[in-house]
């Protein structure tokens, strides 16, 4: 009974749904490294392996434990098999189910095997200009570089407006 109990316990306790917006923000990182470190808590991190780029996010959901996922995109991949699926989070691996019997489980990478963010902040110097843009106008800018081949995006200032573009600035 008391091994029942604990199982239970340990299961419902590691046991979790990431929201819309934690897949989103997951899938976005997937382009910057195709590894994460996921650690205890409510924040993501991640880092380009040439460690060029760095993204942090803060998530609504709590992480119950430290694991590593080699490659995100199949991680999101299975997840989108399921609807409004379920995580459970064992010692080796992870568990994605929906109640309906389909279950999937996802062995953890070893930490040593990926690139991950630092666990120190990153201490940036105060920006010399702030812009904000709406997701309508980057994600335009975004498909437009996609079309064109175009590697960048640029923000120009003409006019008293910032301008974000598509470019390539080796030509």
């Known amino acids: 009974f008391n091994i029942i109990r604990y199982i239970l316990t340990y299961t419902m306790e590691n046991m979790m749904k990431l929201s819309k917006e934690t897949t989103e923000v997951l899938k976005n990182f997937s382009t910057i490294n195709m590894s994460i470190l996921f650690k205890v808590g409510q924040q993501l991190k991640t880092v380009s392996p040439q460690k060029t780029v760095m993204a942090i996010a803060n998530i609504s959901e709590t992480l119950p434990l430290e694991f590593a996922v080699y490659d995100l995109n199949k991680f999101l991949g299975t997840l989108s098999m399921f609807e409004d ?3 459970s989070f064992g010692e080796k691996q992870v568990r994605i189910s929906n109640g309906t ?3 999937a489980s996802l062995t953890y990478a070893s930490k040593e095997a990926i690139v991950s ?4 902040d990153v201490t940036l110097p105060s920006a010399e200009i702030n812009v904000s843009l ?7 800018a975004l498909r437009a570089a996609g079309v064109m081949g175009l590697p960048e995006l640029c923000f120009v200032g003409r006019d008293g407006q910032t301008l974000v573009t598509a470019c390539d600035t080796n030509n």
């Open 134 to 140: 709406e997701e309508k106008a980057l994600t335009s």
């Open 117 to 120: 963010a630092p666990d120190k």
């Open 101 to 103: 019997g389909a279950v």
């Open 85 to 87: 699926p379920d995580l």
